[in-house]
């Protein structure tokens, strides 16, 4: 029978938790994305300019927290907000 070493058994644990963790955010972070998208796909602003602000929110603490690199966290919330802008000069321009 091998050595356990509680060394070991305690680093194993605590990647299990952190696991659970960072696959808790990843998933949250996705399903967020997925929000602030369906509702530009709606042409809803006010909608997506909720869901854009908790999706800004939630990738910069992923980021603070090391779950995602901040530049990760950065180009992804710079690509909804890029998405959400177009949609509100569509949604203010006047029909001609």
């Known amino acids: 029978m091998a050595k356990r070493i509680r060394s070991a ?3 194993h644990r605590q990647s299990l938790k952190r ?7 990843l998933s949250l972070l996705k399903t967020l994305v997925k929000g602030v998208n ?7 602003l006010t909608k997506s300019l909720k869901a ?6 939630t990738f910069k603490k992923a980021a603070s927290k090391g779950m995602i690199h901040k530049r990760t966290a950065s180009r992804n919330v710079s690509r909804l907000s890029k998405k959400v802008y177009e949609l509100s000069k569509k949604m203010t321009q006047p029909k001609t």
């Open 52 to 57: 854009l602000k908790i999706a800004e929110v």
């Open 38 to 44: 369906n509702a530009i796909d709606v042409k809803d």
């Open 19 to 25: 696991r659970v963790r960072n696959v808790h955010m």
């Open 9 to 11: 058994i305690k680093k």
